[in-house]
Structures are given as structure tokens and as C-alpha cells.
């Protein structure tokens, strides 16, 4: 088995697990799936960044569903809390499953198909996971309950395709910002009280959404490593702080979605 001992320099690292200059030292080398299923076991420079989305996988899979109030929550909308528990799932599945194979043995080719995984579990978040927020917004708007969700799911489709072809980190992130834009107006509609949905979601929402966007932000500008080359190669980079800050937003967005869900529930009666 792989010691920590035997892990890699960002120069002596694969090619394809370069896209961090600024992070100096601690890579797996390429090793078969069973080894990289140890590395959940030693430090490495992937070691938080599994763990940060793995441990709250496990809360979202065994005990969040187990607090949300079932009995008041009427079955027109059940189909969308169920759909807001898989798209959080799936977010954190796709990076945990990208972060621990991203060094196995089948190279580049292997990683492409695990960002593609993570980039799809991002946009299902984005969009299956807000669904119940753009819902409730327009829920009792005649052609607009239905016609804004469609073309928020439409603009999230681009959104997928842009970030799948994506070349560079920027791209990637920056391919997510209609979504975010449309989102943004919705939820100015809600403060403004032009859209319906629960006020004690609002707060919520905007708190998801300035954690999404600072995470982004940490992540294209790899602030704060770039200052410091190789000081925060295991601890503290921008992909970690990425990471803390999107479980912030999802468990924001988890927390407005149950408030959301309890005034369709209520109002839907
Ligand atoms: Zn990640």
C-alpha cells in the first residue's frame, strides 16, 4: 500500500493533475481505484477535499431527511423536496467520487469523465436542487408557475454544456453565472415582494447565494495560495475554502427550500 511518504511534487505529479501551480507538493501518484479508496485513510493534498463533501454526504443520505417535517408537507409538492434531496446528493457524490479517482491509474482520460461527473453534480444542485425557490416564487402566477421554472431549467441546460466543454477553471465556473444572474432576479422579486414563497426563505437563499458566488471567486482567483506557493498545500487553499463555502450554501439552500416547501404546502391547500 502507498505510504504518505511516497507522495509527489507538483512538478514530479501527472500532467493532468497540474491545474494548481500554486499548490507545491503532496500528490497521489497514479495508482489502481482500491489504492485511491486507502488515500481516504492518509494526509494527501486531496485529503480535505474529500472528506469536507463526504462527511456531509453522509448526513444528507442518513439524517437530514429524518428532520424534515413529512406530516405537514402536502403530496402536490413531495416531488419536489425528493428532488431537492437527490440533486444534494448528487452535488456531493460527484466531487467526493472526482476528488478520490481524480489520480487513478487511467490518466487523463479517466479524469475528464470524473470533472464531467462533478460538473454534472454542480448543475444538477443548480438546477433541481433551486427548483423548489423559482417555484414558489411564481406558484400562483397563472402561465408564469410553470413557464419561469421551464426557462430556468432551459438556461441551466446552456449552462451544462458550457461547463462541459469548458477548457479552463474559469470557464467552468464563470459558465455557471446566468443561472446565478436568473436566480438573482427572482429572488430580487421575492425581497421586493413582486414574487410569492416563504419571507423566512428569502434570507436563506440570499446567504446560498453569496456562498456560491465567494466560493467561485476563491477558486478561479486561487487566492490564498497564490500569494503563498506551496504554504497551504494541505490546509486552507482555495479549493478547501471553495469547498466550506458551498456547504454553507447548500445547507442554506436546504433550510430555505424546507420553508419554501412548508408555503406551497400551506398555500396550495
Ligand atoms: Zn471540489
Known amino acids: 500500500m502507498l505510504q504518505p511518504e511516497r507522495l509527489l511534487s507538483w512538478a514530479s505529479s501527472p500532467p493532468h493533475l497540474q491545474f494548481n501551480r500554486f499548490i507545491l507538493s503532496g500528490y497521489r501518484p497514479t495508482m489502481s481505484a482500491k489504492d485511491c479508496m486507502y488515500s481516504l485513510f492518509y494526509v494527501h493534498n486531496e485529503f480535505l477535499n474529500i472528506h469536507s463533501h463526504g462527511l456531509p454526504l453522509l448526513y444528507f443520505v442518513f439524517c437530514a431527511p429524518a428532520q424534515v417535517p413529512w406530516q405537514s408537507i402536502s403530496d402536490s409538492v413531495t416531488w419536489l423536496v425528493i428532488l431537492h434531496y437527490l440533486a444534494t446528493i448528487s452535488v456531493l457524490l460527484g466531487s467526493v467520487i472526482y476528488h ?5 491509474h487511467g490518466g487523463p482520460v479517466v479524469y475528464k469523465k470524473l470533472l464531467q461527473f462533478d460538473m454534472c453534480g454542480i448543475w444538477t444542485l443548480n438546477t433541481f436542487g433551486v427548483l423548489s425557490n423559482v417555484s414558489a416564487a411564481f406558484s400562483n402566477m397563472s402561465v408564469l408557475c410553470w413557464l419561469v421554472p421551464g426557462l ?6 446552456c449552462a451544462l454544456h458550457e461547463a462541459m466543454t469548458a477548457e479552463t477553471v474559469r470557464t467552468r465556473v464563470t459558465s455557471f453565472l446566468k443561472p446565478s ?3 438573482w432576479v427572482v429572488t430580487c422579486l421575492r425581497i421586493a415582494g413582486s414574487a410569492g414563497g416563504s419571507p423566512q426563505a428569502v434570507r436563506h437563499i440570499v446567504w446560498m447565494e453569496i456562498f456560491s ?4 471567486f476563491f477558486n478561479v482567483t486561487r487566492i490564498p495560495e497564490r500569494w503563498f506557493p506551496g504554504r497551504f498545500d494541505y490546509l486552507f487553499n482555495s479549493h478547501q475554502i471553495l469547498h466550506t463555502l458551498a456547504i454553507l450554501g447548500i445547507l442554506h439552500l436546504h433550510w430555505g427550500t424546507i420553508e419554501d416547501i412548508m408555503w406551497l404546502s400551506r398555500t396550495s391547500l
Request: glycine share 12%.
Open 181 to 183: 444572474l436568473f436566480r
Open 152 to 157: 430556468y431549467t432551459l438556461v441551466s441546460f
Open 100 to 104: 478520490l479517482f481524480m489520480n487513478h
Open 213 to 216: 458566488i465567494s466560493g467561485g
